[in-house]
C-alpha cells in the first residue's frame, strides 16, 4: 500500500511540474549508403578492396527539450543499429543566475572541434585534423561575457601495456572562451587531465600521465560564404579519449615510465550556400603524431567534397572524399581509403 501511494504522489508531481514546463520533442533519423575502396596497404588484400555498406547511422537520434522561464534541460537517446540497444547521448539541466548559467549532466565537451564531413556516422574529420572529447558528465559554469569552465568526468585511458588500475585526483578541466567581432567568431579553449596507475601483482610498478590539449576554431561569416580554421596542439590526447594517429602515450618497460606523445592536428572547410536549401562544402584535415624514440613522425589526412540538398524536412547529402592514413610510426606506408556515396537524413 506505501508503494502504491508513494508511485501515485510521485507520478503526480511528475504532472505537476511538467504542466508548468513547456516541452518539445523532435528526433533525427540519418541512414548512410556508401561505395568504399580500401587499397592494398589498408586492406591487405591484393589489387585492394572494393565493398559498399548501408546503415542506419548510431547519431541518429530521439529527444525532448524542457524549459521554464530561467531553467532548460534536455534528455536524447540513440540507437545502435548492430547491437539493436539504446543509448543515452544526452541528459542535462541548467539554470541561468543573473549573469552565468550553471549546468550539470552529460552534455557535449564544449573544447570540441568538428568539421561536417557526413561518411560514416558522420566522421566530422575526427582524428584527421578535429577532435572531439564526447559527451560527458560534467558541471559547467557558463558566463555572459562567453568565458566558460567545466568539471569533466575523465577519460583515463592508459599508456599502451601500462599497469592497470587507473585513479585521478581532480576531474578533467576544460577553460575556454566564445566571442564574436562583426563577421568573425573565435572559440579557443585548453583541456587538462592528470591520472597516475598502479599495480600492486608487479612489484608496485607505478606511474602518472598527464595530459592536455590546447584549441582554437575560428569562423569567419561572408555570406553567402563561410570559412572555418581549426587547429589543436597536445600531449597525450589520447589518453584523453581522443582519436588520432598514435595519440596514447607509451609505457616503457625498462624504465617504467610513460612516453609522452606530442600531437598537432588541424582542419579547413569552406561552405557556399547557393540558396536556403543548397549548398557546397569543401573540407581538409591532417594530424600528426611524434615521440624521440620514433623512426618517423605518424600522420595522417582526409578531405571530402559535398552538397546538402534540403526538401522540407529530408536532407539528401552526396558525398565524396578520402582517409589516407600515410606512414606509422615505424615509417610504414598505412594506405588509404577512398568514398564515394550519401547520407539521407529526415529531422523532425
Known sequence: MKKQLFLVLFIGLCISLFAQMTYTPY?????????????????????????????????????????????????????????????LRLLWAKQRFGSYTILVGQEEVLANQKANQVYGSNLDLVGYGAIDGGRRLQFRVDMDNGIYIALIQPNMVNPASAPSSPDFIIPMLNLGYNSKIGKLALAPAVVFQSFNYKEEKNDGVSGSVTSYLAAITTDYDANPVLLRLSVNYGSNTGNMGYAGPS???????????????????????????????????????????????????????????????????FRLIPEIGMLDEMKSSGDVKEGSLYYVGTQLRFDF
Do not use: C, H
Request: glycine share 10%; no cysteine; aromatic share 14%.
Open 27 to 87: 528526433g533525427s533519423v540519418r541512414a548512410g549508403y556508401w561505395f568504399e575502396n580500401r587499397d592494398e596497404n589498408l586492406s591487405g588484400v591484393k589489387d585492394g578492396d572494393f565493398r559498399s555498406t548501408y546503415f542506419l547511422q548510431t547519431n541518429s537520434r530521439f529527444g525532448v527539450n524542457f524549459k521554464q522561464e530561467n531553467f532548460d534541460a534536455r534528455v536524447e537517446f540513440n540507437g545502435d543499429n548492430a547491437s539493436g540497444n539504446i543509448g
Open 247 to 313: 595519440t596514447r602515450a607509451s609505457w616503457n618497460t625498462e624504465d617504467e615510465k610513460t612516453n609522452d606523445i606530442t600531437t598537432f592536428g588541424g582542419w579547413f572547410t569552406a561552405r557556399y550556400t547557393l540558396k536556403p536549401s543548397v549548398n557546397f562544402t569543401g573540407g581538409l584535415g591532417i594530424a600528426s603524431s611524434s615521440n624521440k624514440d620514433w623512426k618517423s613522425d605518424d600522420n595522417r589526412m582526409a578531405f571530402f567534397v559535398q552538397s546538402e540538398i534540403r526538401m522540407q524536412r
